[in-house]
Nanobody
Framework: QVQLVESGGGLVQAGGSLRLSCTLSGRTLSRYNMGWFRQAPGKERESVAAITWDNARSYADSVKGRFTISRDNAKNAVYLQMNVLKPEDTAAYFC???????????????WGQGTQVTVSS
């Protein structure tokens, strides 16, 4: 049974940093495509960053240059390093996993329950 658990959220001041962690259990993460999403109050969930099984990375324009997604397959984990945080980054952040056989354009297969990031001005 696949489960994703996020951690690392919290309250920070603008300009500060946080590192979010996501651990996958039940399966080996190494060949999964992984992503981070966020949802702010009153807004739809949006993609923040993604990393493929072979370490190709992509970012939303709003976070490019500030956020870095990475993975540690030995720990079955994916991370989101968030620097120069802004109040508009405030949201619930969700980790997602896509099985190796799922098409890249298809929805993610598994989701974590989220970790809250709040950035004060």
């Amino acid at each position: 049974q696949v489960q994703l658990v996020e951690s690392g959220g919290g309250l920070v001041q603008a300009g500060g940093s946080l590192r979010l962690s996501c651990t996958l259990s039940g399966r080996t993460l190494s060949r999964y495509n992984m992503g981070w999403f966020r949802q702010a109050p009153g807004k739809e969930r949006e993609s923040v960053a993604a990393i493929t099984w072979d370490n190709a990375r992509s970012y939303a324009d709003s976070v490019k240059g500030r956020f870095t997604i990475s993975r540690d397959n030995a720990k079955n984990a994916v991370y989101l390093q968030m620097n120069v945080l802004k109040p508009e980054d405030t949201a619930a952040y969700f980790c997602a996993a896509k099985e190796p056989t799922t098409a890249r354009a298809a929805p993610y297969d598994y989701w974590g329950q989220g970790t809250q990031v709040t950035v004060s001005s």
